[in-house]
């Protein structure tokens, strides 16, 4: 006789904000095997980005890959396109960028540590970190004009500035949130009922992060030191104080203090931009098209995204290759499941901020 | 006695389902579940569960590998029901028409009651889209109330009977004219 039941989560469940389908093989309460289906949101970006669209549109078309971590996406093909032109954009436009990426990752990373409370079985916590998220959603409406979508990255700069009234609104807003961080930090340190959810649950070690490619948040909960933030050289992230988060337990619990410890830095760099912002223009125009290839990295909420552009002087491009975060990490995911139990997985699950609409692109 | 019946609402139970969209107007739809707009003082509460839904939230534009689970999520919710359309692909297919794992839109598929467009939708957008389904729910309730005899007159407007027979009329007339 067969001993383990097959469990399927998905495609559509109420723990789920994406359609994704796990099919846990579980033998009593541990999971022993893990089958996972994401292409449910498959569209087609890459192809209609070489086909149907000209190169200064597909910035705004793969902001639409994913909504969470939109302006990384449209940043990235940016950068790869400027690389391939040649032009050189103003010192202003880039600390403008680096804010608003911040920005997004700040409110990308209170969803996922509000969705992690939520699945542990924390309504209260969701409700509260949820509800101080949409500061950040106004300062990002304050600054581009939308919540989420915000099309504020265009080739040879951004699309608005910010002036002094502005930047003084912002900078109350973001101490409101950094008071609001620090009261999560104690309460993701100290409550000993969510401890008894994320501490030792779901550990992946630092050889496994290495043998399973593991990337971001995920990556350095275990005790990986990679970010692409201290790497590239396309934007100054050395100038406003950029510092590496690192732990090393690899349970949820260290890749929720990953979370809070970065939104705190991100707080603060968004502080320094605002203060030390450089005077000039904010939009330089780029003469000329794109010709040759460029692989452009950059560090999205979520872990290393990648764009492979390929271009032969039309307003066409040859090729548009995009790698997400998610889609590295699934190996990862696979093995922290095995062994977990059954009870457990919806937090899991959670703790990883899996975005699979960027994973099927 | 005060009278409480203008004032008493259905408290409708949304059933939410991403068919391709880019995850942005599903946070959104959260953030109106969230304390700043918090719709469920209302009454709205979000269910993992058709059957016990009334309004049902689609996002994204319908991808090919969704249809199936669409259909049967639609199907399994009971009578009645009001289909939202929430974001402007998936009102019309928006960025993502004409892709080649796309179907253009939501309506292609399951009758669709309100639209609302926006890309993202904003939360309050969306509650306003809620309060229109609200009101084509109620009408929609009350349709479902009415008697009805199981053999209806023929002289009532929009049965089939009287549609054939009226078909049949218009032809007749015309061989008539001919015949003149």
């Not at chain 1, 934007?235 to 090393?248: C, D, R, S, V, W």
């Not at chain 2, 839904?53 to 090919?64: A, E, I, K, Q």
């Not at chain 2, 297919?93 to 892709?99: A, E, K, P, S």
Request: glycine residues 8%; proline residues 4%; aromatic residues 8%.
């Amino acid at each position: 006789m067969k001993k383990t039941i097959n469990i399927p989560i998905g495609s559509q469940h109420i723990a789920l904000l994406e359609p994704v389908r796990f099919k846990f093989e579980c033998e009593n309460e541990k999971i022993v095997g893990v089958d996972s289906d994401v292409g449910f949101v498959h569209r087609g970006i890459e192809k209609a980005c070489t086909t149907k669209f000209k190169y200064d549109a597909i910035g705004y078309v793969v902001a639409r890959v994913c909504g969470l971590c939109a302006i990384t996406h449209s940043m990235t093909y940016t950068a790869s396109i400027e690389k391939l032109i040649g032009g050189e954009i103003t010192q202003k436009a880039k600390y403008l960028r680096i804010l608003l990426l911040e920005l997004d990752r700040i409110h990308s990373h209170m969803l996922c540590l509000s969705h992690t409370c939520e699945n542990a079985g924390f309504e209260a916590m969701f409700m509260r970190i949820m509800g101080d998220r949409e500061d950040i959603m106004e300062i990002q409406e304050l600054i581009t004009g939308n919540r989420v979508q915000f099309d504020y990255i265009s080739i040879g700069g951004v699309n608005r500035d910010i002036d002094a009234a502005l930047a003084k609104k912002i900078l109350s807003k973001l101490e409101l949130v950094r008071q609001k961080v620090l009261g999560y930090m104690d309460e993701f340190t100290n409550n000993w009922s969510l401890s008894l959810k994320f501490k030792g649950v779901g550990i992946l070690t630092l050889d496994d992060a290495y043998r399973f490619n593991a990337i971001g948040p995920l990556a350095r909960a275990s005790g990986v030191q990679a970010d692409v933030r201290n790497e590239i050289d396309y934007l100054p992230y050395n100038e406003i104080g950029f510092k590496m988060q690192k732990h090393t337990e690899g349970d949820i619990n260290a890749r929720n203090l990953i979370r809070l410890n970065e939104l705190l830095n991100s707080i603060e760099m968004c502080n320094n931009i605002l203060e030390g912002l450089p005077e000039g223009e904010i939009f330089t125009k780029l003469r000329g098209k794109p010709n040759g290839e460029s692989v452009v990295r950059f560090e999205a909420p979520r872990g290393e995204l990648m764009y492979y552009v390929k271009a032969n002087g039309s307003a066409m491009l040859e090729r548009v290759r995009i790698k997400t975060p998610t889609f590295s990490s699934i190996p990862a995911f696979s093995h922290i499941f095995t062994g977990a139990n059954y009870a457990d997985a919806p937090a899991i699950l959670a703790s990883f901020d899996p975005c699979l609409s960027c994973t099927a692109k | 006695m005060f009278d409480f019946k203008p004032i008493r609402k259905k408290s409708p139970w949304i059933l939410h389902y991403n068919a391709g969209s880019c995850n942005g107007c599903d946070i959104e739809i959260l953030a109106c579940l969230s304390p700043k707009y918090d719709i469920e003082r209302f009454g709205v509460i979000n269910t993992g569960n058709p059957k016990q839904s009334d309004v049902f939230l689609v996002t994204g534009p319908v991808t090919f590998r969704s249809r199936e689970r669409l259909i049967e999520l639609y199907t399994q919710m009971p009578e009645p029901k009001v289909v939202m359309a929430v974001g402007s692909c998936t009102c019309t297919g928006g960025v993502f028409r004409d892709m080649y794992n796309v179907e253009n839109g939501l309506d292609r598929y399951i009758p669709v009651d309100v639209y609302v467009p926006g890309c993202a939708s904003s939360p309050e957008l969306i509650i306003d889209g809620l309060v229109k389904a609200l009101e084509i729910l109620e009408s929609k309730t009350k349709e479902i109330e009415k008697p009805f005899k199981l053999f209806r007159e023929a002289s009532l407007d929009n049965t089939i009977v009287n549609r054939r027979n009226s078909a049949l009329k218009v032809g007749e007339d015309t061989t008539d004219d001919e015949k003149n």
